[in-house]
């Protein structure tokens, strides 16, 4: 249903005091609207392409891999010592 000119009057009106009186407002509305917007067109499958990883999945994957091989090294060190202990026991 559309609008009547009166009602788009004051709408514009109320924008605009909201424009004036708080500007960080408007910026993270404006900001809300461009991610929706983005997040719409990438469910529409409009935007095309690959989706890249976000920062947070790429840190995680990297420390359970810098985990994965501090654990592999302290098992070879220990696996390692305890052989060359039973080499110098037999002797």
């Known amino acids: ?4 000119q009166d009602e788009e009057r004051m ?21 809300f609207n461009e991610r929706a917007r983005r997040s719409e067109a990438r469910s529409n499958g409009q935007l095309g392409g690959r989706r ?3 920062r947070s999945t790429v840190i ?15 098992l070879i060190m220990v696996l390692s010592h305890e052989a060359a202990t ?5 002797f």
């Not at 709408?11 to 005091?17: D, G």
């Not at 500007?23 to 404006?30: F, N």
């Not at 995680?60 to 302290?74: E, P, Q």
């Not at 039973?86 to 037999?90: G, K, L, P, Q, W």
């Open 86 to 90: 039973a080499v110098a026991d037999a």
């Open 60 to 74: 995680i994957l990297i420390s359970w891999l810098l985990m994965a091989t501090l654990i592999a090294t302290l």
């Open 52 to 54: 890249r990883p976000r």
């Open 11 to 31: 709408l514009a009106q109320i924008e605009q005091h909201l424009v004036d009186d708080d500007p960080r407002l408007v910026a993270r509305l404006e900001s």
């Open 1 to 4: 249903m559309a609008w009547s």
